[in-house]
């Protein structure tokens, strides 16, 4: 069975720093394209980034230069790194894997709120 498990969310100050993680299992990561999604109050689910199998990386221009992806396919896990937070970045961030051009598992989500 299939298994998304974010953590690393939280309450920060604006331009602050944080790393999300996701923990996958159930299936081979390697093979998979893997992709966090964000939902801000009021607003519907947004893209954030994507790493490829093969490790290309995708972000969207609001937070391009902001947020790293990265995945650790020794352990399965994708990692999101959040640098220069704004308050518009306040959402809950999903874990969520690729196939062909749908998200098929969702992790749960995990709340990520910038404010001072």
């Known amino acids: 069975e299939v298994h998304l498990v974010e953590s690393g969310g939280g309450l920060v100050q604006p331009g602050g720093s944080l790393r999300l993680s996701c923990a996958a299992s159930g299936f081979n990561f390697d093979d998979y394209f893997m992709s966090w999604v964000r939902e801000a109050p009021g607003k519907g689910l947004e893209w954030v980034s994507t790493v490829s199998a093969g490790g290309t990386l995708e972000y969207a221009e609001s937070i391009k230069g902001r947020f790293t992806i990265s995945r650790d396919n020794a352990k399965n896990l994708v990692f999101l790194q959040m640098n220069s937070l704004k308050s518009e970045d306040t959402a809950v961030y999903y874990c969520?894997?690729?196939?062909?051009?749908?998200?098929?598992?969702w992790g749960q989500g995990t709340q990520v709120t910038v404010s001072s």
């Open positions: 969520a894997r690729e196939l062909g051009y749908e998200y098929d598992y």
